[in-house]
């Protein structure tokens, strides 16, 4: 055994209890209620981080709840990291399904049970525990350090990216790590190198200036469904690819390691069908894997439609109106804003004959990626070999997490996402827990990581 | 001036005096508050029936409001009519639009105002009128007469189809004679010869057993939405025919007489698009005018469309469900079951891939039409021209009046529809009234006919 581990081993208890004192405080964003207690869970990273030897640190207050930064730089010729995490939780309702209390934290079966013990506090005090016992242990750090730790992560980090912008200088860096993600499985770590954006568009077609009886006016005058119907089945084509011109002269395809390691994966369409109570997996791209379309390929959705009488019974109605929402999950290197503009053209060139189309543009997510083969991923994978005895699997998600692209491009580093979660651990639902085995490990990693870089 | 045209006028005053006591009673068939006033009504008209002459006067109860049925059989040789009206009334708000009150009729610039005044209880008086002038001026009449005046007709009549069919033998006749309609115009009568049916379908489409996230599954699995959107494109084809197979093989083409009618009524198609806010008319059928679109051909209408999030913002939800509802307004001879089926069928065999089709039907009314070259008609029309001095205009309307057709296919005979309203009589609406020269000119036009057939 290392004298790491060693030493990890001696202060495991310690560490845990000093977990379960943060995990005690009810941190949760969303509620205008519990906004001190989100503020005793800054003051408590505040003193943990002096405590530990952190220098700099400091409450940044914003229009929402604050964001504790600190540093330690004292390695001129050594690489500098910056931490990022979240000290805020998700509501805990339906409270009556936890085992044990929400914010009571409970060791059974070697996992710790309270909301915030994997996401993400758990995982960011990790960073924490590493920078403490290399200190402890060698009296200073092999790289320099910079944290970053916000209380707004689970409302959509409203105020981050302002600071991000305004802070650049401070919070410069070399690489960027994050653990607020999953490992692949129990012993098989992760790193998710790639998350989609985002883009999302609404619109709104208009005939007459009224609904009209289908009684006086049907089979002479424009009905709005129809045109919408009309208008929406151009978008994709009959393969399932976005109809839209230019959409993906910019989508990065994946290369041949990376075709490899997700089919490598093994993914189990059977049993995927069998829960989702689906037939076929046919939606998207049929030329591409299920694997790939979720994770590697952009795509447009109309996530929502409606348009005329949708109460019990008949309505002869013809509608003089018929709306649509649409999103696009987009991949590296396509411009979220651009995007939307190239389908906002083409719903306005295909708006059919006798309405108007009007479309509106709203949110908008860079799509984020660090190639599997820069530095700072393959020296993580390193670090998760060492402490695991397992190459970690490459992960790309298909979802979107703005605030990782935002660290990416205002900073320009590369991000690593470095998860200890395992995906059952109930994350933003009842009796949400940690395994102590990722505990000990995460230290260990990302103190190896920190060595290595 | 004939006899009759004298002696009516001598009466005038005192007819329309007996129409107000009518108009005065609130018969509202669709407030319950209004039960008692409703069978008040009734006991006018009955009691009114009785003092002119009429035999076998009763009041048949139903489970809603009663229908009165009464007869007049003497001439063995003679054709028998049946005379179909209403004696209940819309409900009158907002009452504050009214300038005098919906039930104390009021006559101002020889127009008699009130709640009923045109639909149906002026209408339906004349009726009685002319019987009860035939019968003072001559002792008999030239036919023999039956009524069957109901109480529910503004609440869709939901009793009297299963009366007509229980009293075949009963209201046996060779024409059923119904003044419920408009004129064309000031001066120039119309009669309606056909009405379009109607038949209804609710379409449901499921994917997933659950609505599912856009990160996790966008790209993978189907979106209701985008499967209902492709289905519901196939409905028309590019010329907006109905794309339903067999869905025109029983529709009755218009003669070239129809169609030179409907030239020669002057439709203004810049004044309709100006009023209904559209720059171009292009529901429907390319290849037929709008005045044939909306009155003698068949449609398929979207009346209401949904599936997902229609809440304000983003939702990166991918629906697991969508749905629409559909009518079909139908002309001679389409059989609304039988198309409803066809429908169906078309949905059922063009469900994609990958999800599950529901399709419910609902309503069905049958189409009417009496040829305009039917004897019946001509008659009506002989007897407009003696009294209007001009031969009347020929309609087809596009709405659904199912009653109509009820009488049509029950009793086997045809329905002449002898309106006597102006399109602008604010019929279910505030000011209702009735133009007294159609007062006079209906009660005449009504002798005539029963003395030219």
Redesign the interface.
């Given at each position: 055994m290392s004298q790491l581990s060693e030493f990890l081993s001696n202060n495991q208890n310690k560490n845990v209890e000093e977990l379960k004192e943060l995990l005690r405080i009810p941190s949760i964003s969303s509620l205008s209620e519990h906004k001190e207690d989100v503020q005793k869970a800054a003051s408590w990273i505040l003193n943990k981080l002096k405590q530990i030897g952190m220098e700099h640190v400091e409450i940044i207050q914003t229009k929402g709840h604050p964001i504790i930064y600190a540093d330690l730089i004292h390695q001129e010729n050594a690489p500098t990291v910056l931490v990022y995490g979240h000290y805020d939780v998700q509501p805990v309702d339906p409270v009556n399904l936890w085992e044990t209390p929400p914010f009571e934290p409970t060791i059974r079966d070697e996992k710790i049970f309270a909301r915030g013990a994997t996401d993400d506090k758990g995982q960011m005090f990790l960073h924490i525990k590493a920078v403490e016992t290399l200190l402890e242990l060698n009296g200073k750090l092999p790289v320099n350090i910079k944290f970053c730790i916000e209380g707004e992560e689970e409302i959509g980090s409203p105020n981050l990216p302002h600071f991000l912008t305004k802070s650049k200088e401070k919070l410069s860096c070399d690489v960027v790590v994050i653990s607020d993600s999953d490992m692949w499985d129990k012993g098989i770590p992760a790193i998710t190198y790639s998350l989609?954006g985002?883009c999302?568009l609404e619109v709104s077609l208009k005939?007459?200036?009224s609904d009209?009886?289908?009684?006086?006016?049907?089979?002479?005058?424009?009905?709005a469904?129809?045109l919408?119907?009309?208008l929406?089945?151009t978008l994709?084509d009959s393969n399932g690819k976005v109809n839209v011109e230019h959409f993906y002269d910019e989508v990065m395809v994946l290369t041949e390691f990376e075709k490899e390691q997700i089919k490598a994966l093994g993914f189990d369409e059977e049993k995927l069908k069998k829960s989702?109570?689906?037939?076929?997996?046919?939606?998207?791209?049929k030329n591409h894997p299920?694997s790939e379309?979720?994770s590697s390929?952009?795509?447009l959705?109309?996530?929502?439609?409606?348009?005329?009488?949708?109460g019990e019974?008949?309505?002869?109605?013809?509608?003089n109106e018929?709306?649509?929402?649409i999103?696009c999950?987009l991949v590296n290197n396509q411009d979220p804003k651009k995007i939307q503009e190239l389908v906002k053209k083409h719903l306005d060139e295909h708006a059919p004959?006798?309405c108007t189309v009007k479309v509106s543009v709203?949110?908008v997510g860079n799509p984020f990626l660090t190639p599997i083969d820069s530095p700072m991923i393959q020296k993580a994978a390193e670090a998760y070999k060492k402490v695991y005895e397992k190459s970690p699997v490459y992960k790309r998600?298909?979802?979107?997490i703005p605030i990782v692209s935002d660290f990416s491009q205002i900073l320009n580093v590369p991000v690593v996402l470095m998860g200890f979660g395992l995906p059952d651990e109930n994350l933003h639902a009842p009796n949400e827990h940690f395994h102590l085995e990722n505990f000990d490990k995460g230290i260990l990693t990302i103190c190896a990581f920190l060595e290595l870089i």
């Open positions: 989609r985002l999302s005939t007459a200036n009209l009886h289908s009684g006086m006016y049907g089979g002479g005058v424009q009905n469904n129809h919408l119907v009309q929406l089945s994709h989702l109570g689906l037939t076929d997996l046919v939606g998207g791209e299920y379309r979720i390929r952009p795509t959705e109309i996530n929502g439609l409606w348009g005329g009488f949708q019974g008949t309505k002869t109605v013809i509608p018929a709306h649509a929402k999103t999950r004959k006798g709203g949110d998600e298909g979802g979107s």
